[in-house]
């Protein structure tokens, strides 16, 4: 988890505890604070899903970019390969004309 990951997951967790404070300390009936506690915490959830989607988009983006490098690295060395195959094909062949 890098930096900027703890710091929005603090984010929210010190916004969650705030919010739950305030709804508990509030002089309201219990079912109104019950009611506001599932409210905050339904947006809160509905935030931190959206959040880990969007990190879960990025991260695939990502993997297939590097995906796609690695396809074309591979290509260019198996083209070194074949061009290397070729070469030493070439120079046995050579080799066994002149011997």
Known sequence: MNDNSKAILALFAGLAAGAALGILLAPEKGSETRTKINESLN???????????LSLQNIKGRADELAGKAGEYAGKAREKVNEASSKAGKAAHSASEIV
């Open 43 to 53: 947006e809160l959830g509905n935030e931190l899903r959206e959040k880990v989607n």
